[in-house]
C-alpha cells in the first residue's frame, strides 16, 4: 500500500478532507517542542484551519526531545498525517498539514536550535508533559538536582531539555541582536505560563556564567512573554485497529495517525511578546484570565480521569468508558466534581453544571479507546494540580476531603504494581522507582505506607503531611481499598455523599 503524502493526496478516498492550501507557500514561524499526540489532535489542527482561511505564515516545525519515532514516521509523510476524529460511533477523517517539518533532537540538533534562533520564529510552543518542566510539582520551581538540568547546566551550549533548549536561544538571540519570541506552553501545569516562566528564569539564572552572560536572566524576564493557556482534547493512544482503520478510509498508509474526541478548546492569555497566529478567527478564545478556566480543567476532567485512572485501574477497567459503566464509579465521579466545583470561582457567564455534564457524556464516549493505563503515568507529577489544589482549597474552608483522599490512597495502592485481580500495572512515573521502593519498604502497614508516600515533599509539600484531617482521611481510604477493594469502598457512605 503507499504511504500517505504530498504526492499521494489527491489520490485519496472520497470523503476525506486534506489540506486546500498550497503547502510550498507555507512558512515556517512557529517551533513546537513536543511532536505527539497531542500536539498534533490540538494546536497543529488549530494552526492548519488557520490556514484554510489563508494565512499560510504559520507553519510547524515540530520536534521531539527524545525517540525518533515521530520524525521518523512523519518525514516520509512530508508531515502530513490523518485526525480521525471518534463521536460515539461516528467517524471522520482529515489529513492535517501544518507541521513543515518534523525532526529529533538527537539527530538534527544544529537545524533545531538554528530555527530557534531564527529572526522568523514567532512562538515556540511546548507539549512535553509535566514532567519535561524539570521542575517540582508542589513548589512549582525548578529542580536543581534533576539529572538532565545538571547535565545541562554542565553544557549550556547543547541541551537535551526543552529547558535547556530555550534558554539557549534566548541567549543566542540576544547575542545577535534578534527580537524575542513567545514562549507558549501547552502542559497541564498549574498557571503553566507562570510556571515556565519562573523555572526558565531559573535556569538562565544558573545558567548565566558558562554563557559568560551576566544579563541572561534579567533580558529574559523583560523581553520573552509565556502566556498562560488552557487546552482540552482527549486524546487516547493509536491502536493497531485505528491505523488499519485510517489505511481503508484513505486508501493509503498513514503511520502516525492520531484518535481524537469532536470536543476542542484553547484559551490564551493574550499577552505576547512577537507576533502571532489569529487561533481566536478558528475556535480559540484569547483573554486576560486563563487561570479560572485553567484551575476548572484541571480540577474537573483531569482530576476525574486521575480518579478514574487508579480506581478504574485497580478495579480491573482498561478504558474510561468501561470504568463510567461502573454505576457506583460514575456516581463517585459526579461527586467529585461537585467536591472540586466548589473550590473554583469563575468568570460570569461560565455554565460549571454545564461543563460537568459535558465532560460526563465525553467520558462515556465508548469510541475512544482512552486507556486507564496512559492516564496513570505521571501520578507524581500530575497529582499536585489536579487532586491536592482542590484538597488544599476544601480544607482551608473546613470542608471535608474524603473523596480526594480516596483518589491518593488509590494512587498508593496503584503503587504496588497489582491490580485487585492480580493484572501488572505499570508504574510510567520519574519518581517511580523511588515511591515503589518507599511503599514496598513500609510493609503491609496502612499507616506506614501512607507515612512513606506523603513524605515526598516534592508531591505533597510540607502542609499536607502533617495536617491530621488529610491523613487520617487517606490512611481510612487506604485500609478500604487494601483489604475490601475499590466496590467496598465506592459503597460507602462517606464516598457516596450519604
Request: aromatic share 6%; with cysteine.
Given at each position: 500500500?503507499?504511504?500517505?503524502?504530498?504526492?499521494?493526496?489527491?489520490?485519496?478516498k472520497?470523503?476525506?478532507?486534506?489540506?486546500?492550501?498550497?503547502r510550498?507557500?507555507?512558512?515556517?514561524?512557529?517551533?513546537?517542542?513536543?511532536?505527539?499526540?497531542?500536539?498534533?489532535?490540538?494546536?497543529?489542527?488549530?494552526?492548519?484551519?488557520?490556514?484554510?482561511?489563508?494565512?499560510?505564515?504559520?507553519?510547524?516545525?515540530?520536534?521531539?526531545?527524545?525517540?525518533?519515532?515521530?520524525?521518523?514516521?512523519?518525514?516520509?509523510?512530508?508531515?502530513?498525517?490523518?485526525?480521525?476524529?471518534?463521536?460515539?460511533g461516528?467517524?471522520q477523517?482529515?489529513?492535517?498539514?501544518?507541521?513543515?517539518?518534523?525532526?529529533?533532537?538527537?539527530?538534527?540538533?544544529?537545524?533545531?536550535?538554528?530555527?530557534?534562533?531564527?529572526?522568523?520564529?514567532?512562538?515556540?510552543?511546548?507539549?512535553?508533559?509535566?514532567?519535561?518542566?524539570?521542575?517540582?510539582?508542589?513548589?512549582?520551581?525548578?529542580?536543581?538536582?534533576?539529572?538532565?538540568?545538571?547535565?545541562?547546566?554542565?553544557?549550556?551550549?547543547?541541551?537535551?531539555?526543552?529547558?535547556?533548549?530555550?534558554?539557549?536561544?534566548i541567549?543566542?538571540?540576544?547575542?545577535?541582536?534578534?527580537?524575542?519570541?513567545?514562549?507558549?506552553?501547552?502542559?497541564?501545569?498549574?498557571?503553566?505560563?507562570?510556571?515556565?516562566?519562573?523555572?526558565?528564569?531559573?535556569?538562565?539564572?544558573?545558567?548565566?556564567p558558562?554563557?559568560?552572560?551576566?544579563?541572561?536572566?534579567?533580558?529574559?524576564?523583560?523581553?520573552?512573554?509565556?502566556?498562560?493557556?488552557?487546552?482540552?482534547?482527549?486524546?487516547?493512544?493509536?491502536?493497531?485497529?485505528?491505523?488499519?482503520?485510517?489505511?481503508?478510509?484513505?486508501?493509503?498508509?498513514?503511520?502516525?495517525?492520531?484518535?481524537?474526541?469532536?470536543?476542542?478548546?484553547?484559551?490564551?492569555e493574550?499577552?505576547?511578546?512577537?507576533?502571532?497566529?489569529?487561533?481566536?478567527?478558528?475556535?480559540?478564545?484569547?483573554?486576560?484570565?486563563?487561570?479560572?478556566?485553567?484551575?476548572?480543567?484541571?480540577?474537573?476532567?483531569?482530576?476525574?480521569?486521575?480518579?478514574?485512572?487508579?480506581?478504574?485501574?485497580?478495579?480491573?477497567?482498561?478504558?474510561?468508558?468501561?470504568?463510567?459503566?461502573?454505576?457506583?464509579?460514575?456516581?463517585?465521579?459526579?461527586?467529585?466534581?461537585?467536591?472540586?466545583?466548589?473550590?473554583?470561582?469563575?468568570?460570569?457567564?461560565?455554565?460549571?453544571?454545564?461543563?460537568?455534564?459535558?465532560?460526563?457524556?465525553?467520558?462515556?464516549?465508548?469510541?475512544?479507546?482512552?486507556?486507564?493505563?496512559?492516564?496513570?503515568?505521571?501520578?507524581?507529577?500530575?497529582?499536585?494540580?489536579?487532586?491536592?489544589?482542590?484538597?488544599?482549597?476544601?480544607l482551608?474552608?473546613?470542608?471535608?476531603?474524603?473523596?480526594?483522599?480516596?483518589?491518593?490512597?488509590?494512587?498508593?495502592?496503584?503503587?504496588?504494581?497489582?491490580?485487585?485481580?492480580?493484572?501488572t500495572?505499570?508504574?510510567?512515573?520519574?519518581m517511580?522507582?523511588?515511591?515503589?521502593?518507599?511503599?514496598?519498604?513500609?510493609?503491609?502497614?496502612?499507616?506506614?505506607?501512607?507515612?512513606?508516600?506523603?513524605?515526598?515533599?516534592?508531591?505533597?509539600?510540607?502542609?499536607?503531611?502533617?495536617?491530621?484531617?488529610?491523613?487520617?482521611?487517606?490512611?481510612?481510604?487506604?485500609?478500604?481499598?487494601?483489604?475490601k477493594?475499590?466496590?467496598?469502598?465506592?459503597?460507602?457512605?462517606?464516598?457516596?455523599?450519604?
Amino acid at each position: 500500500m503507499d504511504r500517505l503524502s504530498q504526492r499521494m493526496l489527491t489520490a485519496l478516498k472520497p470523503g476525506v478532507a486534506i489540506p486546500s492550501y498550497d503547502r510550498a507557500r507555507m512558512e515556517t514561524r512557529i517551533v513546537h517542542l513536543g511532536a505527539g499526540a497531542f500536539h498534533r489532535s490540538h494546536q497543529a489542527v488549530y494552526t492548519d484551519s488557520l490556514m484554510e482561511g489563508g494565512d499560510v505564515r504559520w507553519g510547524i516545525l515540530a520536534a521531539s526531545l527524545r525517540s525518533p519515532a515521530i520524525s521518523q514516521a512523519l518525514a516520509p509523510q512530508d508531515g502530513l498525517y490523518t485526525l480521525l476524529i471518534n463521536d460515539d460511533g461516528e467517524r471522520q477523517a482529515r489529513v492535517i498539514g501544518s507541521l513543515s517539518r518534523v525532526v529529533c533532537l538527537a539527530q538534527e540538533r544544529e537545524l533545531l536550535q538554528a530555527r530557534l534562533a531564527a529572526p522568523s520564529t514567532e512562538i515556540v510552543s511546548l507539549t512535553i508533559t509535566e514532567k519535561g518542566y524539570c521542575y517540582e510539582p508542589a513548589s512549582g520551581a525548578l529542580d536543581e538536582r534533576h539529572p538532565d538540568i545538571l547535565a545541562d547546566l554542565a553544557a549550556p551550549q547543547r541541551p537535551g531539555t526543552a529547558i535547556g533548549l530555550l534558554v539557549a536561544a534566548i541567549h543566542e538571540r540576544k547575542r545577535l541582536g534578534i527580537k524575542p519570541f513567545t514562549i507558549l506552553s501547552c502542559d497541564n501545569l498549574p498557571a503553566n505560563g507562570a510556571t515556565v516562566r519562573r523555572v526558565l528564569e531559573r535556569y538562565a539564572e544558573l545558567a548565566q556564567p558558562r554563557f559568560g552572560d551576566g544579563d541572561l536572566r534579567r533580558h529574559f524576564l523583560e523581553h520573552y512573554a509565556c502566556p498562560g493557556t488552557m487546552v482540552d482534547r482527549i486524546t487516547p493512544a493509536v491502536t493497531e485497529l485505528d491505523r488499519q482503520e485510517v489505511a481503508r478510509r484513505l486508501g493509503v498508509f498513514d503511520a502516525a495517525p492520531v484518535v481524537t474526541e469532536p470536543f476542542s478548546q484553547w484559551v490564551i492569555e493574550d499577552a505576547f511578546s512577537s507576533d502571532r497566529p489569529a487561533w481566536e478567527d478558528v475556535g480559540a478564545t484569547l483573554t486576560d484570565d486563563v487561570a479560572a478556566f485553567e484551575e476548572m480543567k484541571l480540577r474537573l476532567l483531569n482530576g476525574s480521569h486521575s480518579a478514574l485512572a487508579y480506581l478504574g485501574g485497580l478495579a480491573g477497567y482498561e478504558t474510561v468508558a468501561r470504568a463510567m459503566c461502573d454505576a457506583h464509579l460514575a456516581g463517585f465521579i459526579e461527586r467529585l466534581m461537585d467536591d472540586a466545583a466548589l473550590t473554583l470561582t469563575m468568570p460570569a457567564g461560565v455554565d460549571l453544571e454545564a461543563y460537568r455534564r459535558s465532560l460526563l457524556a465525553r467520558f462515556r464516549n465508548g469510541a475512544l479507546n482512552h486507556l486507564t493505563a496512559q492516564i496513570a503515568m505521571d501520578g507524581s507529577q500530575k497529582l499536585p494540580q489536579r487532586i491536592l489544589a482542590p484538597v488544599r482549597h476544601r480544607l482551608a474552608r473546613g470542608l471535608d476531603v474524603e473523596r480526594h483522599a480516596l483518589v491518593v490512597a488509590a494512587w498508593i495502592r496503584y503503587l504496588q504494581g497489582r491490580s485487585e485481580h492480580g493484572a501488572t500495572l505499570a508504574i510510567n512515573d520519574p519518581m517511580g522507582d523511588a515511591l515503589t521502593g518507599a511503599v514496598a519498604a513500609a510493609g503491609p502497614s496502612v499507616e506506614g505506607r501512607v507515612e512513606a508516600v506523603l513524605g515526598f515533599g516534592q508531591v505533597f509539600g510540607q502542609d499536607l503531611p502533617r495536617d491530621a484531617a488529610f491523613v487520617r482521611s487517606v490512611e481510612r481510604a487506604l485500609h478500604v481499598v487494601s483489604s475490601k477493594g475499590v466496590g467496598a469502598a465506592l459503597s460507602m457512605p462517606a464516598y457516596r455523599g450519604i
